[in-house]
């Protein structure tokens, strides 16, 4: 007689709360709140040997060995940089790795996350872009990101937070990898995981309406949008999912967003790049858009803009916009009563621009292929089509 087949051990870096209460529950046959203590030991501690959970009992400690594991994604290189910033290499598997950046600031530190294997949405200016899309990432590789920087950096929830936000814009569109970004932001939020405020929790999109709609049903995590251009024309040149989104229904999906979780707003990031969208009348254009959107939500600075100065890399045919330009787009901004930051460049010895990663990816002919025909199986646009 054939042996049952061994079910596959779970990787507890895959569970939220009530996932992870559920195994305690179903799989293990145990209390729920056994789940808070491994959580605890997991995200709190950094510890991943069931063996070093000293509270567990021996048995419940066997019980684990035999049915999951904590099994974080590897770090192939960590490159720090003169001013605080550090860069992390992730290898995913075998084929692939990703990256993740903190970024030390008066009293915050913030970790800029990856959320897939390369990017399906082919943005023209956009270093992650040139290496096509391999694969999502689960949720123990996001939120393994976040474990990674915050065991590296001693973060103690609740004591020594050098860890204090977290924006899910690094590699890839989150949410066309939903359930586990949305699975990986709750654990960021969870006081048993790292403890941080909704608006300390950033998810940034391209655009992706009816999931923009989707997101606002199940998490209240800060929303910016990938914004670049004020026109459609423009907009669509430099992010082709503009073409299925135009900015008429995007902006209709950002009010809803903030309709539904009063005191919000929104803030749309915006890369200037030389001659292409950094001149007065695009100011102006975004301006209007701004105020449009100040209007319909009735909300004063609903929608915030952070300018950011595009980061050449090898091969690109943009430049990053002169000092000068820079300051003129901001002030036409301002005039207009626009709130608006311009992202200082970090981690420049490093190469470590957020929204722009690159990492390594193999394979994504075949693999991109796959995944456009299982968002046309879910009724999802490929946008880059
Ligand atoms: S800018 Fe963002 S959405 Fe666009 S290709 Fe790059 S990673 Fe993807």
Wanted: proline fraction near 4%.
């Amino acid at each position: 007689m054939e042996a049952a087949p061994v079910a596959p051990r779970k990787n507890i870096f895959d569970l939220d709360r009530v996932s992870l209460e559920d195994f305690f529950e179903g799989v293990l046959g145990e209390k729920r709140y056994r789940a808070h203590q491994v959580m605890k030991w997991i995200h709190h501690r950094y510890v991943t040997d069931f063996d070093e959970m000293t509270d567990l009992g021996k048995v419940l400690r066997a019980k684990l060995q035999q049915h999951a594991e904590v099994r974080a994604p590897m770090v192939i290189h960590e490159k720090p940089s003169a001013d605080g910033t550090i860069k992390w290499l992730i290898g995913m598997d075998p084929k692939n790795a990703i990256e993740a950046v903190y970024i030390p600031d008066k009293g915050r530190g913030t970790l800029c996350v990856s959320s897939q294997v390369g990017c399906a949405l082919n943005c023209s200016f956009c270093s992650t872009a040139t290496q096509g899309f391999n694969r999502n990432l689960t949720t123990a590789e996001v939120i393994g990101q976040v474990w990674i920087a915050a065991r590296q950096l001693g973060n103690l929830p609740h004591q020594r937070r050098r860890l204090t936000n977290v924006v899910m814009m690094g590699m890839g569109e989150p949410l066309m990898n939903f359930d586990n970004v949305v699975r990986a932001m709750s654990i960021m939020r969870d006081d048993l995981g790292y403890g941080l405020a909704n608006k300390r929790v950033t998810l940034s999109t391209a655009g992706m309406v009816p999931m923009i709609d989707k997101l606002g049903e199940v998490s209240d995590v800060s929303l910016a949008v990938s914004l670049h251009a004020a026109n459609d024309e423009l907009r669509t040149e430099l992010v082709p999912l503009n073409k299925k989104y135009p900015i008429e229904q995007l902006m209709a999906a950002c009010q809803r967003y903030v309709k539904r979780k009063p005191k919000s707003s929104i803030t749309f990031e915006y890369t200037l790049m030389k001659g292409v969208n950094d001149q007065p009348e695009h100011a102006r254009q975004l301006a209007r858009l701004m105020r449009q959107f100040d209007n319909a939500t009735q909300m004063k600075d609903a929608g915030k803009v952070n300018l950011i100065p595009f980061n050449p890399f090898p091969g690109t045919r943009f430049e990053r916009s002169s000092e000068v330009d820079i300051r003129a787009f901001q002030k036409l901004l301002q005039e207009a009563r626009v709130l608006t930051t311009v992202r200082r460049t970090r981690g420049d010895d490093i190469d470590a621009a957020c929204g722009q990663l690159k990492g390594q990816v193999m394979d994504r002919t075949r693999r991109q292929a796959d995944f456009r025909k299982t968002l046309a199986a879910q009724g999802v646009n490929d946008a880059s089509a």
